[in-house]
Each structure stands twice: as structure tokens, then as C-alpha cells.
């Protein structure tokens, strides 16, 4: 079955304490991103990634990072989370970029305290 | 830059009434336009996408024209079912890297049997 797959689903984590999102496509596809969705702001983009070793800035990268080592893969660091940082978090994939649509992973919804 | 609005909600409707939820749009050039559906619990799917002014996306019984004039992509059903309650995202997307992909703010729909 073709999708984006994110793990974990539910994380609660304290302040400061390093942690890993991680993203997996099985769709061969080039282009994927981060989104974070809060009530009242909406989906907001994180970091996007072209291709391979190729990523850049969305609209909110202050305090992420990501790497684009292999195709299928993105994973989503926070070095130091912050209690601003709780969200529900999106990973998303696409063939050649969002023109041919998104395929969007079940989300992570994240607590730091 | 460009903009999404949307039709504020919540629309609540009865089963096998008509859906209309609104969407205009700010930008420049000739965006791509979309519109994704979020289940309760889970991520985004994209619903249908139209690239060109007058193209008409369609999925599902949903239909929705791009109107270029009026800078509309309203999204339509002509019988709504319990199973549509969900939130709708109305999406451009100026070209195809991050930057120029806007997400509405969402409608939430709600069908009562």
C-alpha cells in the first residue's frame, strides 16, 4: 500500500530533551515536507526537501531540522523542544513537488512539558 | 503573497442536503488549486485539484471549478452523506516548491443523519 508512514504517533517529552520524528514514503517520490497544524493557525510548513540532500526553510523552521539522506526518508529533529513546540505534526509527500498533491502520514501529536 | 480564504464553520447539515463551501484566493501567476479532507484522527487526503482556469476537479461526488475571474475554487456536493463530516482544506499552490503552497484555514462539516 502506498504511503507516508510517521512514528511515533503520541509523544510526550520534556523540555530540552533531544527527540526524532521520523518519516518514511514508499512511493518513490522526490519531494516531502513537514507541516504543523495548531488551532487557530493552521497547517504551517516546516522544511521541505526536493530531493535528495536538498532541503530548505518553510515558514516556521525556528528550532527544527531535518536531512534528506536517502530518498524515502525524513526525519524531523528537535535538538531542544520547547513547551511551544507542542503541536500535531504532518509529514507529507509528493511526487515532483505540491503541484501533483500531497500524500500526507497520519500525524504525531506532541506534548513537551 | 499568496492567500486562501475560506467560508468560517462549522456547517452542520442534514444527510442528503447540498454542500457548498466557499473558496477564494490571492496570487500571482496561474496557481494550481486543491482541496484535501481531513478525517477525525487522521492526516489529510487530497480530495481533487484543478490546474487551469475553467478545469472542473472532481472525486467522490465532490466537484469543485477553477474561476479564474471570480478567483473561486468553491467546493460542491450535491448530497452529503454522515461519512462526509470531516474538515475541508482549500490549497494553492503558485509553483511546485514549498514556498508558494497555502493551506486554507479549514472548514469543519458536520452531517447529521
Known amino acids: 500500500e502506498a504511503q507516508v508512514t510517521q512514528n511515533p504517533r503520541y509523544l510526550i517529552t520534556v523540555t530540552g530533551k533531544k527527540l526524532t520524528v521520523t518519516c518514511s514514503q514508499n512511493m518513490n517520490h522526490e519531494y516531502m515536507s513537514w507541516y504543523r497544524q495548531d488551532p487557530g493557525l493552521g497547517l504551517r510548513q516546516i522544511y521541505y526537501?526536493?530531493?535528495?540532500?536538498?532541503?530548505d526553510k518553510g515558514d516556521v523552521p525556528e528550532g527544527y531540522k531535518v536531512s534528506r539522506k536517502e530518498k524515502r526518508n525524513f526525519p524531523l529533529i528537535l535538538e531542544s523542544p520547547s513547551p511551544n513546540q507542542t503541536s500535531l505534526y504532518f509529514c507529507a509527500s509528493s511526487l515532483t513537488g505540491p503541484v501533483s498533491g500531497y500524500t500526507f502520514g497520519s500525524g504525531t501529536r506532541l506534548t513537551v512539558v | 503573497g499568496n492567500s486562501v480564504t475560506q467560508m468560517e464553520g462549522p456547517v452542520t447539515l442534514s444527510e442528503e442536503a447540498f454542500l457548498t463551501i466557499n473558496c477564494t484566493y490571492t496570487?500571482?501567476?496561474?496557481?494550481?488549486l486543491f482541496w484535501y479532507v481531513q478525517y477525525p484522527g487522521e492526516g489529510l487526503q487530497l480530495l481533487l485539484k484543478a490546474t487551469k482556469a475553467d478545469d472542473k476537479g472532481s472525486n467522490k461526488g465532490f466537484e469543485a471549478t477553477y474561476r479564474k475571474e471570480t478567483t473561486s475554487f468553491h467546493l460542491e456536493k450535491g448530497s452529503v452523506q454522515v461519512s462526509d463530516s470531516a474538515v475541508y482544506f482549500c490549497?494553492?499552490?503558485?509553483?511546485?516548491?514549498?514556498?508558494?503552497?497555502?493551506f486554507g484555514p479549514g472548514t469543519r462539516l458536520s452531517v447529521l443523519p
Open positions: 490549497a494553492l499552490s503558485g509553483d511546485n516548491y514549498g514556498q508558494n503552497f497555502v
Open positions: 496570487a500571482t501567476g496561474y496557481p494550481s
Open positions: 526537501s526536493m530531493n535528495v540532500e536538498v532541503t
